[in-house]
T-cell receptor, first 111, second 112 residues
Framework: GEDVEQSLFLSVREGDSSVINCTYT??????LYWYKQEPGAGLQLLTY?????DMKQDQRLTVLLNKKDKHLSLRIADTQTGDSAIYFC???????????FGAGTQVVVTP | NAGVTQTPKFQVLKTGQSMTLQCAQD?????MYWYRQDPGMGLRLIYY???????DKGEVPNGYNVSRLNKREFSLRLESAAPSQTSVYFC???????????FGEGSWLTVV
């Protein structure tokens, strides 16, 4: 099956930029997603990128997609304490909307 | 606009007991899903329903059954709960384009 891999932990100082990386294996994926999960809460869709795009920017969030290397990244500018959460990368694996998730990256923002 | 609503939010079961997790969406979505989340493993698909009247197994279906009661509702049943089913369960749904997938708030299930 397909695997989505992410680093498990990232520590960043408040005000700095965070970069969360993800690699995926299914080259036919049409959409790739970033979800945010705060403690005890559900998954919040942050952003997604269509596979024919290289970059997508949405306020403080920048998504970069390198299809050749099957690498996806999420950059958070001016990271705030409210950005502390687990971030999941996911790829859409078929037309029925099934997602393959990475294990999640725990982001801790320190003052 | 409620989105995807799951109940209950928390549940403790004894081994061998049965229970049903309920999920409803008010976005007129065709497809609905049940995932489980375990530490260090991300989310794994249990079952999904591509449209009303159809259900299919996902990656980890053993020990579960589902019912797509109507377009709005998709329930997940544990017939005989086991400690290995201690997890957080998420329901999700998406429309015809399939590119925006919404999740419920999660149901925390502990089997003792």
């Amino acid at each position: 099956g397909e695997d989505v891999e992410q680093s498990l932990f990232l520590s960043v100082r408040e005000g700095d930029s965070s970069v969360i990386n993800c690699t995926y294996t299914d080259s036919s994926s049409t959409y790739l997603y970033w979800y945010k999960q705060e403690p005890g809460a559900g998954l919040q869709l942050l952003t997604y990128i269509f596979s024919n795009m290289d970059m997508k920017q949405d306020q403080r969030l920048t998504v970069l997609l390198n299809k050749k290397d099957k690498h996806l990244s999420l950059r958070i500018a001016d990271t705030q304490t409210g950005d502390s959460a687990i971030y999941f990368c996911a790829e859409l694996t078929d037309s029925w909307g099934k997602l393959q998730f990475g294990a999640g990256t725990q982001v801790v923002v320190t003052p | 606009n409620a989105g995807v609503t799951q109940t209950p939010k928390f549940q403790v079961l004894k081994t061998g007991q049965s229970m049903t997790l309920q999920c409803a969406q008010d976005m007129n979505h065709n497809s609905m899903y049940w995932y489980r989340q375990d530490p260090g493993m991300g989310l794994r698909l249990i079952y999904y329903s591509a449209s009303e009247g159809t259900t299919d197994k996902g990656e980890v279906p053993n020990g579960y059954n589902v019912s797509r009661l109507n377009k709005r509702e998709f329930s997940l049943r544990l017939e005989s709960a086991a400690p290995s089913q201690t997890s957080v369960y998420f329901c999700a749904s998406t429309g015809t384009t399939g590119n925006t997938i919404y999740f419920g708030e999660g149901s925390w299930l502990t089997v003792v």
